[in-house]
């Protein structure tokens, strides 16, 4: 019986644009207790890339946030599109943001971003990349930089870097013995 509960009433889901919907639940916790409602904030699956180039260094982006009202230093990432495997998003996101090619690619996993309130996963991949494209320009408003571990830490440290999801990224390969950020 435990196993039941608790249970969707009802789903509504609301467009609020090309990437976002606003999903609202109606659920019930057991057996006559109310209703009650949940909301939670539907997105496209994401990846975040930890790409390391053939000298040792990191690409990392740094662009302006809407959400924040900011500009933020960021790993290489992106929504993935219906029907993309995440790797191939993988590739596709780390040549248009950086202009490096892809020589491997390894899932690190996949994790839920907010279990309380958005309903994707993120994807996070490590890349061992191949030579920048010579023909490389920039996407609009995007700046690149190649740096090394110890410069990552200093900009996380120093509140630069502060998208949880790509610090989550780095753990998983320091957890699968692929990094080791000095301290």
């Not at 019930?28 to 009650?36: K, Y």
């Not at 491997?104 to 958005?118: H, I, K, Q, T």
């Not at 309903?119 to 700046?143: C, K, Q, Y």
Request: hydrophobic share 40%; net charge negative.
């Amino acid at each position: 019986m435990a196993e039941d509960w608790p249970k969707i009433r009802a789903r509504r889901t609301t467009r609020v644009s090309p990437w976002v919907e606003l999903i609202e639940r109606d659920v019930e916790f057991a057996p006559g207790e109310p209703v009650q409602v949940y909301h939670a904030v539907g997105q496209a699956d994401y990846i975040a890339i930890l790409a390391i180039t053939p000298d040792g260094r990191i690409p990392i982006v740094r662009q302006y946030r809407p959400a924040l009202e900011a500009f933020t230093w960021e790993l290489p990432a992106g929504l993935v599109d219906p029907g993309e495997d995440p790797a191939e998003t993988c590739r596709r996101e780390l040549l248009e943001e950086t202009g490096f090619t892809t020589r491997s690619v390894r899932a690190l996993g996949s994790n839920v971003p907010c279990s309380g309130r958005l309903s994707n996963r993120v994807h996070s991949f490590f890349v061992e990349t191949g030579e920048r494209s010579t023909d490389f320009t920039p996407e609009r408003d995007l700046t690149v930089d190649v740096i090394t571990q110890t410069e990552l830490v200093r900009l996380i440290k120093a509140g630069e870097f502060v998208q949880q999801l790509h610090i989550g990224t780095l753990l998983m390969a320091e957890l699968q013995s692929l990094l080791k950020l000095p301290r």
